[in-house]
């Protein structure tokens, strides 16, 4: 039995019902490799699939990948190409796959892959059943930016702001796993992250391997979740 077997075998007193991905270092894995930085991106597809699979298998029922940032699209040209690229390579993989697909993103901009489009409404695949997120073109202002449109109509009920973001149609997150060593979460789904946990890895997400989610989540088994309380 290999090691990523014997890990799977272990059985979790408690898993999070929601995970976020911050897949960091594409770049810096890419220059380590004597590679153009743009080719890092195309590299950490198969190891979005590997970790969609590892979630099916375990029962965790919503995943949520950080594609891309508004930010990120002040890179360089050919970068903003293939990060692009990579988004909807990614999503057409999973596609193939039992999932219930959900892009979040500004898709009134020119930098939102068109080919994403029909994603911007959750669509199932296969069974279904596990909920895949990507943020694509995501700029946590205007997802909140929806909010406060809905909040003036209304008259501000601040309790309706979850429902009323961009992307309400993401749950609460409960543990975030960031590649690439950066302690911040950049932007990542502010709402829904208010209450997650965050385990970074210094690994660049390229070099993914199946016992670094294995090790987060028995991290994440030892944490007390209060959630304020």
Same mark, same amino acid.
């Given at each position: ?28 894995? %890419? ?22 699979k ?26 903003k190409?293939?990060?692009?690229? %990579? ?19 500004n ?46 109509a ?32 950049s ?33 994440y ?5 209060t959630?304020?309380?």
């Amino acid at each position: 039995m290999d090691n990523t077997s014997s890990m799977m075998n272990y059985l979790f007193s408690r898993l999070p019902k929601h995970v976020g991905i911050i897949p960091d270092g594409n770049r810096r894995w %890419a220059v380590r490799q004597g590679k153009g930085k743009e080719e890092g991106y195309e590299c950490g597809l198969e190891p979005g699939l590997e970790l969609y699979k590892l979630c099916r298998e375990l029962g965790i029922p919503e995943l949520t990948f950080y594609g891309f940032t508004h930010d990120n699209t002040k890179r360089p040209a050919i970068q903003k190409h293939a990060f692009q690229q %990579a988004c909807v390579k990614a999503v057409q993989m999973l596609a193939d796959h039992d999932a219930s697909l959900l892009v979040v993103g500004n898709h009134t901009s020119g930098s939102f892959p068109k080919e994403l489009l029909p994603f911007i409404n959750r669509k199932s695949f296969g069974q279904g059943g596990i909920k895949v997120n990507f943020l694509v073109n995501y700029d946590w202002q205007w997802d909140l930016y929806q909010a406060s449109q809905s909040q003036l109509a209304s008259g501000g009920n601040s309790r309706q702001l979850a429902s009323t973001i961009a992307s309400y149609d993401v749950s609460r997150v409960d543990l975030i796993v960031r590649w690439g060593g950066r302690r911040r979460l950049s932007g990542f789904l502010p709402v829904q992250s208010v209450y997650a946990d965050f385990y970074v890895l210094d690994d660049y997400w390229p070099d993914f391997r199946p016992e670094q989610f294995i090790e987060a989540l028995r991290w994440y088994e030892e944490q007390d979740v209060t959630l304020g309380g």
